[in-house]
T-cell receptor, first 111, second 112 residues
Framework: DAGITQSPRHKVTETGTPVTLRCHQT?????MYWYRQDPGHGLRLIHY???????DKGEVSDGYSVSRSKTEDFLLTLESATSSQTSVYFC??????????FGPGTRLTVL | GENVEQHPSTLSVQEGDSAVIKCTYS??????FPWYKQELGKRPQLIID?????GEKKDQRIAVTLNKTAKHFSLHITETQPEDSAVYFC???????????FGQGTRLTINP
């Protein structure tokens, strides 16, 4: 697997609390992506980054923000978590747009 | 924007038989088509991809075919084995798009 890790791997939180998920890569890839995966919806893009401090929205960005202050880290923040954000979150990296490699995932439960 | 439709959503085949999963895309400018395999509880992993300048690509028991005119591409798995059981995702992207668009996924079950 490509050098990509996610933390935490599991998290349970309460509605209304802020949550930050971290994606860390050791590949020096330019592109980084955050997806959520829910039954029946496949992989849906939340936000992505095409360089340090360069980010853009995906198809399901409402309620999420991201930051990338250095090449190796891409943070996903839920400002005020809701039950609808209970999901498995995957980070992905790619040197070019193609050939994305996924991290191990974070299972988030919002009670 | 690009839209990718994947069929069937579930597929069950006997061990040793072949399996075919098909995806259609909407944007004729799309030029890169990867397939990912996701085993239960694991991350999606790239298993094969094809670019628009070729019509077919093979890697052992798996192959992908592309029909640019009809805007569809397919994953073919021959001599299926129990370890082929997984969810398979197709995707598409075009030059300059900066992202992949994924299909909804196909749950493939290989029956012994």
């Amino acid at each position: 697997d490509a050098g990509i890790t996610q933390s935490p791997r599991h998290k349970v939180t309460e509605t209304g609390t802020p949550v930050t998920l971290r994606c860390h890569q050791t590949e020096n890839h330019r592109y980084m992506y955050w997806y959520r995966q829910d039954p029946g919806h496949g992989l849906r893009l939340i936000h992505y980054s095409y360089g340090v401090k360069d980010t853009d929205k995906g198809e399901v960005s409402d309620g999420y923000s991201v930051s990338r202050s250095k090449t190796e880290d891409f943070l996903l923040t839920l400002e005020s978590a809701t039950s609808s954000q209970t999901s498995v979150y995957f980070c992905a990296i790619s040197r070019e747009v193609n050939e994305q490699f996924f991290g191990p995932g974070t299972r988030l439960t919002v009670l | 924007g690009e839209n990718v439709e994947q069929h069937p959503s579930t597929l069950s085949v006997q061990e040793g038989d072949s399996a075919v999963i098909k995806c259609t895309y909407s944007d004729s400018a799309s030029n890169y088509f990867p397939w990912y395999k996701q085993e239960l509880g694991k991350r999606p992993q790239l298993i094969i991809d094809i670019r628009s300048n070729v019509g077919e690509k093979k890697d052992q028991r798996i192959a992908v075919t592309l029909n640019k005119t009809a805007k569809h591409f397919s994953l073919h798995i021959t001599e299926t084995q129990p370890e082929d059981s997984a969810v398979y995702f197709c995707a598409a992207s075009k030059e300059g798009a900066q992202k992949l668009v994924f299909g909804q996924g196909t749950r493939l079950t290989i029956n012994p």
